[in-house]
Structure formats: C-alpha cells, structure tokens
C-alpha cells in the first residue's frame, strides 16, 4: 500500500509570492491534517479535513488556507509568502475509525525556502 | 495550557544502554498521549501511544509510563541500538481530533 505522497518535494519561493502544496493520503483514509515543521517552533498543527469539510484549524494567519477533494486529496496554499513560511510542510491521513488522533501516517513533506 | 514540555533536548546513550526522555502536559482534557520517532528526511512515524486509562504501555523495546496525576509521561527505550538514533517527539490531543500537540522533540544518539 503507497504511503503518503506530497508533492512537490522542495521548491524555493520568493517574498510575496504564493505556494500550493499537495497531498495525497494513503488508500482509503479519508481524513487528513498538515502540520509545519520548523527548527524553531517544532511541529505545529496547521489544518484537519474530512470528507471535504475543514474540522480544525491551527493558530495561522489567514495567508494559510487549505481544502480537500472528493477524492480525499487536499491542498494547503500559502499566499503573499514570507522568510518566515520557511518550514517543512507536513501531511498525515487517518486510517477510517481509527480511536481518535495520534493513529497518523505521516508524508516525508514539502520542504519551502523563502528567499 | 496547550504546551507540551519535553525534556531532553538531546540524549547520548550507549549501546544496550536506557533511554528515557521525559513529557509534561498541563491540559487535563488531553486523553491521548503518542510517541513519534523522526528520522532525517522522513516523516514523523508512530511509535508507541497511550491512553491515560493505563499507567505503562509496552511494545517490545520501547514502553511509554504515565502518570495521570503528576500530568506526565515518559518514553523508555530499553537496550538502546544505533538505528534509535532519530528525534522523538511526545505528543498529545483530545479524542476525534487530529490536532496534535507536540513536544520540542529530544534528538537521541546511540553510539556503538
């Protein structure tokens, strides 16, 4: 069974441009979250979707924004970029019925650069 | 009150030694305690995770001890391998969310 697959791997990004990442979770997990990881502030909850519906959101600026398909694939985007959305961007998917969180499969990330 | 502590930053250990790396939490409305294990360029994987219904979860090598009424857990890592070495992270959450709190992550090297 393929694991989580995040794309693209790395990309650099100039200030005040905008990103779109994506993801796509295992096999018939229908939940999916992101998360930023940086040296800084360690791994910090970003978004939560379910069957297209956003469940939870993170303490983020309204720079940061995501959605999930039909599909199950989700998207986050980033807009007006700043040096400090440099980070590895997370993506985990749930196992359906799965005994609350914790239970998450986690991608190897996008990794942005912000010059 | 969403903070999760952990402690230490980073552990040498040797081989076949202990490790033990420490979690505190202050939300009392947490009822799921994980444990992820990092290597570079990968993704967090689970390792091990608890419930606070039980005091010790133990999985092979590894046993998670918690202690509801000090609001603390801890990670042991009996017989400690070279191929430990990797960043732990103690996490927590409330049930039927995905929105995990994580510890700073402790980078354990285990030296042959």
């Known amino acids: 069974k393929a694991g989580v697959t995040q794309t693209p791997r790395y990309l650099i990004k100039t200030r005040g441009q905008q990103v779109t990442l994506s993801c796509s979770p295992i096999?018939?997990?229908?939940?999916v979250s992101w998360y930023q990881q940086t040296p800084g502030q360690g791994l910090q909850f970003l978004f939560e979707y379910f069957s297209e519906t956003q469940r939870n959101k993170g303490n983020f600026p309204g720079r940061f924004s995501g959605r999930q398909f039909s599909n199950s694939r989700s998207e986050m985007n980033v807009s007006t970029l700043e040096l400090g959305d440099s980070a590895l961007y997370l993506c985990?998917?749930?196992?359906?019925?799965?005994?609350?969180?914790?239970?998450?499969?986690f991608g190897e990330g996008s990794r942005l650069t912000v010059l | 009150q969403q903070q999760v502590k952990q402690s230490p930053q980073s552990l040498i250990v040797q081989k076949g030694g202990i490790s033990i790396i420490n979690c505190a939490y202050e939300?009392?409305?947490?009822?799921?305690f994980p444990w992820y294990q990092q290597f570079p360029g990968k993704g967090p994987a689970l390792l091990i995770a608890?419930?606070?219904?039980?005091s010790e979860k133990k999985e092979g090598r590894f046993t998670i001890s918690f202690n509801k009424s000090a609001k603390q857990f801890s990670l042991h890592i009996m017989d400690s391998q070279p191929g430990d070495s990797a960043t732990y992270f103690c996490?927590?959450?409330?049930?039927?969310?995905?929105?995990?709190?994580f510890g700073t992550g402790t980078r354990l090297q285990v030296f042959p």
């Open positions: 985990a998917s749930r196992p359906n019925g799965a005994a609350g969180a914790g239970e998450l499969f």
């Open positions: 939300n009392t409305a947490f009822d799921y």
């Open positions: 096999s018939g997990h229908r939940s």
């Open positions: 996490a927590a959450s409330n049930q039927n969310t995905d929105k995990l709190i």
């Open positions: 608890i419930r606070p219904d039980v």
